[in-house]
């Protein structure tokens, strides 16, 4: 469904305007008699109002409150994931001991028959995570699943930053739109308080009329000055959003949009892979498949270490291990210091330990929990799936009303264009008054602004139905 771009008749005279000068002109020569003549004030020209764009406001987005934490949090999931890529490489540590002995004993002759002795020994050893299954390999892939949630988490601030500033630009749109529509009302009401007081002194209009009049001139002004109230607050909430005050603006209708409403089937298939919730589950249920895939080798695999080393005395020794149940590789080389560098090297050795679970009723147990886990986490994810694919489609059912109500709203703008063309038709044929064409205008302005809110409201739920898709690709 796609909707034409309106074009607004503009014909009729400015009421709000030719009314004012009129009710000046009226009452000037009564305030020259009664009025008492002073000095004039100096004028203070207030500043003038800037006008203030939609495309002002998202270039202003990067600092809003929302997406400035998300973008912290894709920071912290970045130097998390770098800190577990260098946890891939070699783990260099250095080590070392010191030892004393006193001299103990006496012989025959006072002299000690052991002596004091000072030793130690340094050295320095390396590890790596070498089988895919070892730690470091481990807090790797949980690092990039976190990145990936943080990122469409980033995504997902951004998009609902840029909604909420797009509600809040429109709203001060349709409230400035209400205020000039106010002040047409009022300025109508009041040449129509005017006439039928005038009525009522000629013996024609009867005191209902004047206090009818009254009451819409005062229902006016009081819609007046919601409009007015309802356009701050509109601005207030578009400052609160950017996190920036705006001053005195002023607020234009953006330009038409292209109000076509998009495939549903590629919306969902985005929305069940891309979006933020969905990813949430899939990390869960990956994490899930990696406890129970550490389990399940902790449960078959012996704890296996096989070590070999060479040296020994002064010459210091090499020695490297692998752990088969860690996949971590280690190697290691010392060489001793003070009284125990003595001694002969050049000595090969070599060992292997090990130790099986035959049988453990708790292993068991913690298997099948684990099982239940990833059980419980794929149908988290099914669940996730099925509930963005519904948000979807119910956005877009609600896409397809609001762009209905535009087209219905288009053809109330051209009823309003036939009406005003109608009353200056009678205007001039003598049949209708000036107040009539007014009204007919007054009519118009508020078709063109029910038209504007109608296609307004179609691009928010546009924008809507987008990111609840999960944005553009």
Known sequence: MKLPSAHPSRRGLPLALALSAALVMASGPALAQTAPVTPAAPQVSAPQASMYTLEQAYAQLAGAPSVTRAALSVQVAQQNLDAA?????????????????????????????????????AGVSVSLGLLPWSNSQSSLRASERSLALAGATLHEAQRSARLNVTQAYFDAVLAAQDVQIGAQTTALR??????????????????????????????????????QGNLDTAQRTLESALGVSLGRVTFGAPAPADLTLPDLGALVARARSGRADVISAQNTLAAAQD????????????????????????????????????????????????????????????????SYVVYSPAQRAGLSAD??????????????????????????????????????????????QQQLLTAQARVQAGTATPDDVQSAELTLAQAQRDLLSARLNAQITLIQLDNAAGGPQ
């Open 190 to 227: 009041a040449r129509q308080l005017q006439v039928a007081q005038a009525q009522e002194a000629a013996g024609n209009a009867a005191p209902e009329a004047v206090l009818s009049a009254q009451a819409a001139l005062q229902a006016a002004q009081s819609a007046a000055a919601q409009a």
């Open 371 to 416: 099982q239940a886990g990833v059980t419980q986490a794929a149908l988290s994810l099914t669940v996730a799936q099925q509930n963005v694919e519904l948000d979807v489609r119910s956005r877009f059912m609600a896409a397809q009303q609001a762009l209905s109500a535009a087209q219905t709203r288009q053809t109330q703008l051209q009823v309003a």
């Open 291 to 354: 406890t129970l895939d550490s389990a399940t080798r902790d449960s078959a695999l012996p704890d296996l270490t096989a070590s070999v080393g060479y040296g020994g005395g002064s010459a210091g020794t090499l020695s490297a291990s692998l752990n088969l149940k860690q996949g971590t590789l280690s190697s290691a080389y010392s060489v001793p210091v003070g009284s125990s560098a003595s001694g002969s090297g050049g000595r090969l050795t070599a060992s292997l330990s090990g």
């Open 85 to 121: 890529r260098s946890a891939l490489g070699l783990t260099v540590s250095v080590n070392g001991n010191a030892s004393y002995a006193s001299a103990a004993g006496t012989a025959s002759d006072g002299a000690a028959t052991q002596a004091a002795s000072l030793g130690g020994n």
